[in-house]
């Protein structure tokens, strides 16, 4: 896939030598300034939208990001879609017009973005699917940045510190406020220029086709079936070691959270937070009653607060017929790695990661490194079946990595 031509934009202008005057100025005296208005257009209606789409044919790549509802609500869905193209920021407002026409203009561009993983997992749900991307997150990562965040990037490229208040807004609310309007419109503003520097910077390195060859995979990876076992779902983090009765008390108080949750669209954190779930289930002995159990927040409607106490006393007095089934163990692998190899590996990847001045987790994740030792590093062919890595990751390990299962395969 190739990686489309940067046009170039000039740093935005308030990255110029008085705005960084006027910060300095600004920390030691701390004057009242008035809040940075970023160019934007409103759209909420279908002539709106008609531009907007107009706008994204023309181009001939286009910045993008959206705002979505998951902290706010249970059913999370997309509220602001932020397009830069042609010119103008446009805030689409998916709650007022239908979408559809406008993600199939997108689909046929180049996207620019920033953190693209979730954007294009609530896109996935519409049938979206990018003809590329190119995401700034992956490509500071790839060049060895350790803040990588949007905000971090901006500060360190056009020292501009910007707001972080809309990271916790309710984005579904309408009219939105002025600043969560700036707070969007910023999320694009500063991509074109952002995405210039990083495309130099990658190519300097020689990095340029790894981060194409991440961004292929990330929108694979977005496109995937996400398995939701809801059956499941209940067995939330700390349950793995509890006994039966306690899994019964677990799921009878979660099932009561989630349907409260469902009723009232709020996040399931926001009605219960799941450490007191397993909190009530811990308590729990495996024969008798409690000694002593936690105490709900007064918070909590009457009515609510009731129906989790009668959950939590029917499965206190349930049958062990009707308890969940434990957990079941993980499978053992075919084989295990040689007890070396593995520090071995790690030895390597880490080397090789700190010349490049990168994560180790970026050249292998444990889990791919298991998955190479548990094949035993016979062939390339296995490896890259076992892997699933990509290229210029192969690249770098397999050789090395070959070269160190070989004396443990002659010890065999």
């Known amino acids: 896939m190739e990686c489309p031509p940067t046009p170039y934009y000039p740093p935005p202008p308030l990255a110029t030598f008085p705005a960084l005057l006027s910060r300095f100025i600004s920390r030691i005296f701390k004057p009242s300034l008035p809040p940075v208005r970023y160019p934007s257009e409103w759209v909420d209606t279908p002539a709106g939208l008609a531009k907007v789409i107009r706008a994204v044919n ?8 959206l705002e ?4 706010h609500h249970y059913h999370a869905k997309i509220c ?6 042609k010119g103008t920021c446009w805030l689409v407002d998916p709650l007022a017009v239908d ?4 993600l199939d203009a997108l689909a046929a561009k180049p996207l620019i973005g920033h953190g693209l993983d979730y954007d294009l997992r609530m896109l996935k749900r519409k049938g979206f699917r990018p003809v590329s991307i190119f995401d700034t997150m992956l490509a500071a990562q790839l060049l060895g940045r350790s803040a990588f965040g949007l905000a971090a990037l901006i500060r360190d490229h056009f020292g501009v510190d910007i707001p972080k208040e809309g990271q ?7 009219p939105l406020a002025q600043d969560l309007i700036d707070y969007a419109a910023q999320d694009t503003y500063y991509l ?10 990658l190519q300097s390195k020689g990095r340029l086709d790894w981060h194409r060859e991440s961004c292929e995979a990330l929108v694979r990876a977005t496109q995937r079936p996400k398995e939701d076992n809801r059956e499941d779902a209940w067995r939330i983090t700390g349950s793995s070691k509890m006994h039966p009765r306690q899994l019964a008390v677990l799921k009878a108080m979660w099932d009561v959270r989630e349907r409260a949750a469902s009723d009232r669209d709020l996040p399931s954190f926001k009605v219960l937070p799941s450490d007191l779930l397993l909190r009530f289930a811990e308590c729990v002995p495996a024969e008798g009653l ?3 159990r936690p105490r709900l927040p007064s918070r909590l409607a009457p009515q609510l607060r009731d129906h989790l106490l009668d959950a939590f006393e029917d499965a206190l007095e349930s049958y062990p017929d009707e308890w969940p089934a434990p957990p079941a163990p993980p499978r053992r692998p075919p084989k295990a790695p040689h007890p070396e190899l593995v520090n071995d590996m790690r030895e390597i990847r880490d080397g090789i990661a700190a010349k490049l001045g990168l994560d180790p987790s970026l050249l292998a994740p444990k889990a791919v ?6 094949e035993g590093l016979s062939s390339a062919e296995n490896v890259r079946e076992a892997t699933q890595w990509m290229r210029w990751q192969e690249g770098l390990l397999l050789e090395p990595w070959m070269k160190a299962a070989s004396k443990y395969r002659k010890k065999r």
């Not at 602001?80 to 193209?85: F, T």
């Not at 979408?99 to 406008?102: A, M, R, S």
């Not at 490194?369 to 548990?374: D, E, H, L, R, Y």
């Open 58 to 65: 023309a181009s001939r790549i286009v910045y993008f990001d």
């Open 68 to 71: 979505a509802d998951s902290m």
């Open 80 to 85: 602001l879609m932020q397009i830069l193209a």
């Open 99 to 102: 979408t559809d026409p406008l």
């Open 168 to 174: 916790k807004a309710d984005w579904s609310r309408r």
């Open 192 to 201: 074109p220029a952002l995405h210039l520097l990083l495309t130099q910077e």
């Open 290 to 292: 409690p000694e002593e």
């Open 369 to 374: 490194m298991m998955a190479a030792a548990i």
